[in-house]
């Protein structure tokens, strides 16, 4: 009997199946808040970095061999070479201000408006008041100076900066002000903190998954985790199933709170953990 491609790749289909949905997932929410280059930048860092540590939990007290992280991450030895060189290598990305002002193309616009002495007003040392078109200084010529992605337009940028309240357009002498330096990726505050909790989460869900996988090996207890749903459910059952589950997990939560705040010291040392639960409901579209 003879075994296909298909049976061969199993486990590797499995696992690229369980990654593709987390990223598309992840992905979805992060349009429009980080660009797809500096999230390339981020994740290759962070990937190697990674990767680094766990090659020096297989041999304490020696260097990681470019040699060995190449294979590891599948990234030529000069490009390690160049990432490992950086600057920012090993420090948190949310502190790197270069990073932060280039997450997305609307904010390197802000950036260079704010910063450049191209567009700012030499009496007042604000940014200047541009027309959207023409020779620079110009909105025209700022996107230019800011992004050096080709094909962009004047509009696709005022629409998005419009939306996020950092700009205001006069229309009667087709001028551009800059209300506000910051582009807010999320809508508010309340969004803001609401994308931090929920973002928490999912890491504190991936932490889980990855001691489920390694704790066999390691003779270690496995984290509980558990999880039910439907794939069937009327779409005009959804209002009375989330109340029934909002009620359950409100309950849910309290009594979790009560376990944990026993165990909660009261001074701060190096030899403590995070430890918690995570309650959610979802909903997801079925697709086809």
Known sequence: MTTSIKDDLGDVAILTLAVESVFRKLIRLLIG??????LQEMIQAIFVEEAEVILKKEKPGKNVALSALAVVTGID??????IKAKESYLKPFHEETRFLREITPECSVLDVWESSETYRDPKTGKPMILPVS??????????????????????????????????????????????DKRYTPFGSEAQ??????????????????THNLVAPSENDESFYQR?????????????????????????TDEKARKIIKPF??????????????SLFYFEEQNRG
């Open 227 to 251: 999880g039910c749903w439907t794939n069937r459910m009327d779409r005009n059952d959804r209002k009375r199933l989330r109340e029934l589950v909002k009620k359950f997990l409100e309950e």
């Open 77 to 82: 030895t000069r490009t390690l070479t160049r």
């Open 192 to 209: 803001t903190e609401n994308a931090r909790i929920g973002m928490a989460a999912v890491g504190n869900l991936v932490e889980t998954v």
């Open 264 to 277: 909660e010291q009261s001074v701060v040392s190096h030899d403590q953990v995070t430890a918690g639960i």
């Open 134 to 179: 023409g020779p620079k200084p110009s909105f025209e010529s700022l996107i230019s100076d800011s992004n050096s992605t080709r094909g962009v337009t004047v509009n696709s940028f005022l629409q998005r900066l419009e939306v996020s309240k950092s700009i205001v357009v006069n229309k009667a002498d087709n001028s551009v002000r800059m209300i």
């Open 33 to 38: 808040k980080i660009s797809l280059k500096k």
